[in-house]
T-cell receptor, first 110, second 112 residues
Framework: AQRVTQPEKLLSVFKGAPVELKCNYS??????LFWYVQYSRQRLQLLLR??SRESIKGFTADLNKGETSFHLKKPFAQEEDSAMYYC????????????FGAGTRLFVKA | NAGVTQTPKFQVLKTGQSMTLQCAQD?????MYWYRQDPGMGLRLIYY???????DKGEVPNGYNVSRLNKREFSLRLESAAPSQTSVYFC???????????FGDGTRLSIL
């Protein structure tokens, strides 16, 4: 069965510190993986997807098929990064239904 | 360009009442989705429509029905609201099922 696990409900870091939001998944086959972000009073929006291999707002995420992980990383956190982050998975094996993790709230302290 | 528009933004219902949540997208997307968001549970898929004319159940379809009225519009209906359906509901759309989704602002629904 498809599953996305985000083990941390809340992550609090100081401004300028590195941040890593964890995402582990369970899936048979080749998944499409995404990170979505919801800033305060804004819509949920795509941050990045693994297939594009981009760095968005300083965030990167690498798909590790061996560890079935897709952790989101940023070397120097900024206050404006404070938001709710969701890891999501989609793929042919699941009929392309997108499964979201429970989310991690990132709080960056000044 | 409004993207995905949901109405209403807020609603309070009494147990047993019915209601339809409306969703429209102006991006010519093929796929549309309805999710509910509950604390500690992330977003759970209620129903989705892979393309105009098709609808399928998601993870938590019980108590809901949907209609893909046309390519733009995808509505969610609660026939007999229950307190367990108190939640924030999000509509989303995407070009295809494996493509990134675009979300509406959400509807906060309370059932007393």
């Amino acid at each position: 069965a498809q599953r996305v696990t985000q083990p941390e409900k809340l992550l609090s870091v100081f401004k300028g510190a590195p941040v890593e939001l964890k995402c582990n998944y369970s899936y048979s086959g080749s998944p499409e993986l995404f990170w979505y972000v919801q800033y305060s009073r804004q819509r949920l929006q795509l941050l990045l997807r693994h297939i594009s291999r981009e760095s968005i707002k300083g965030f990167t995420a690498d798909l590790n098929k061996g560890e079935t992980s897709f952790h989101l990383k940023k070397p120097f956190a900024q206050e404006e990064d404070s938001a709710m982050y969701y890891c999501a998975l989609s793929g042919r094996g699941g009929g392309f239904k997108t499964i979201f993790g429970a989310g991690t709230r990132l709080f960056v302290k000044a | 360009n409004a993207g995905v528009t949901q109405t209403p933004k807020f609603q309070v219902l009494k147990t047993g009442q019915s209601m339809t949540l409306q969703c429209a997208q102006d991006m010519n997307h093929n796929s549309m989705y309805w999710y509910r968001q509950d604390p500690g549970m992330g977003l759970r898929l209620i129903y989705y429509s892979a393309s105009e004319g098709t609808t399928d159940k998601g993870e938590v379809p019980n108590g809901y029905n949907v209609s893909r009225l046309n390519k733009r519009e995808f509505s969610l209906r609660l026939e007999s609201a229950a307190p367990s359906q108190t939640s924030v509901y999000f509509c989303a759309s995407s070009l295809g099922q494996d493509q990134p989704q675009h979300f509406g602002d959400g509807t906060r629904l309370s059932i007393l």
